[in-house]
């Protein structure tokens, strides 16, 4: 069974840091493309990164470039989302999300609040 | 970046009645569209892919169809479990762009 496990979420001020986790397991990690998108509290979707399998290949939503680092571990199964510089508008529940051609697995997310 | 715009915003229905769907894209994005449902407290779900393709487990009764700018989801006989946001979503350059929503509720 593929499952998808967010962990890292929760409070943190402006301009501060926080690093996301998803932890998957019941798939060939490593051959599969992995995503975070995220959506504030009341409102839709946003894509906020994407990772080819090797790494070699990432991508990123203009509200977050230059702030957030999408990266990945295949030997431990593990994805990563570093996040810096905080605004109050990353609020959001943030999902991990597998890619293949489109998003057909999601974790049930973690929430990031970036409050003072 | 190519923006999906889904309209109404919510669609009121009653449970048996078919419901239809709109997703405009603003340039084509071929065939490289996809649907995802999502409830309250969940995480989305993969419904349809490439237009009209249903993801695994995803009932007969939707239905997906279009091509270019111009995407219909279809529900054929509401279920009480239908009655969620609906979200578009495009893959054909980077921002994989959603849709805003629609919800549909139950009238």
């Known amino acids: 069974e593929v499952q998808l496990v967010e962990s890292g979420g929760g409070l943190v001020q402006p301009g501060g840091s926080l690093r996301l986790s998803c932890a998957a397991s019941?798939?060939?990690?490593?051959?599969?493309?992995m995503n975070w998108v995220r959506q504030a509290p009341g409102k839709g979707l946003e894509w906020v990164s994407y990772?080819?399998?090797?790494?070699?290949?990432?991508f990123y939503a203009d509200s977050v470039k230059g702030r957030f680092t999408i990266s990945r571990d295949n030997a431990k199964n593990l994805v990563y989302l570093q996040m810096s510089s905080l605004r109050a508008e990353d609020t959001a529940v943030y999902y991990c999300?597998?890619?293949?051609?489109?998003?057909?697995?999601w974790g049930q997310g973690t929430l990031v609040t970036v409050s003072s | 970046e190519i923006v999906l715009t889904q309209s109404p915003a919510t669609l009121s229905f009653s449970p048996g009645e078919r419901a239809t769907l709109s997703c405009r894209a603003s340039?084509?994005?071929?065939?490289?569209l996809a649907w995802y449902q999502q409830k309250p407290g969940q995480a989305p779900r993969l419904l349809i892919y490439?237009?009209?393709n249903r993801a695994t487990g995803v009932p007969a009764r939707f239905s997906g169809s279009g091509s270019g700018t111009d995407f219909t989801l279809t529900i054929s006989s509401l279920e009480p479990a239908d009655f969620a946001v609906y979200y578009c979503?495009?893959?054909?350059?980077?921002?994989?762009?959603f849709g805003q929503g629609t919800k549909l509720e139950i009238k």
């Open positions: 999300a597998r890619y293949w051609d489109y998003l057909d697995y």
């Open positions: 490439d237009v009209s």
């Open positions: 019941g798939f060939s990690f490593s051959t599969y493309e």
């Open positions: 340039q084509s994005v071929g065939t490289y």
């Open positions: 979503q495009h893959r054909y350059t980077w921002p994989y762009n």
């Open positions: 990772i080819s399998s090797s790494g070699s290949s990432i």
